[in-house]
């Protein structure tokens, strides 16, 4: 059985940074590419941030360009995302997933995790 578990999530000032952390099982973590979307209240989920299956490639939705990086750690089965510079915009659930298709961006996604909530606030 798949299984994606996020953490890190929380609450953090403007101008802060968290790291988000996704440990998968029951998969060959390495054969999939893998990412973040997140979804605010009241709107739909978006794509974040992905990487190719080893880790090279790397995308990123334009609002969080330059602020957020992506990475992996096949050996541990794990992928991260690193937030700095958080705005009140970026509040939202954030979902891993990963895509036995190896795609990147907002049509990727075979398992997804269950979410883990980052609140940007004073």
């Known amino acids: 059985q798949v299984q994606l578990v996020e953490s890190g999530g929380g609450l953090v000032l403007p101008g802060g940074s968290l790291r988000l952390t996704c440990v998968a099982s029951?998969?060959?973590?390495?054969?999939?590419?893998v990412g973040w979307f997140r979804q605010a209240p009241g709107k739909e989920r978006e794509f974040v941030a992905a990487?190719?299956?080893?880790?090279?490639?790397?995308y990123y939705e334009d609002s969080v360009n330059g602020r957020f990086t992506i990475s992996r750690d096949n050996a541990r089965n794990t992928v991260y995302l690193q937030m700095s510079s958080l705005k009140p915009e970026d509040t939202a659930v954030y979902y891993c997933?990963?895509?036995?298709?190896?795609?990147?961006?907002?049509?990727?996604?075979?398992?997804w995790g269950q979410g883990t909530q980052v609140t940007v606030s004073n």
């Open positions: 997933v990963a895509d036995e298709l190896g795609r990147m961006g907002a049509t990727m996604g075979h398992y």
């Open positions: 029951g998969v060959t973590f390495n054969m999939y590419s």
């Open positions: 990487t190719s299956w080893t880790g090279y490639s790397k």
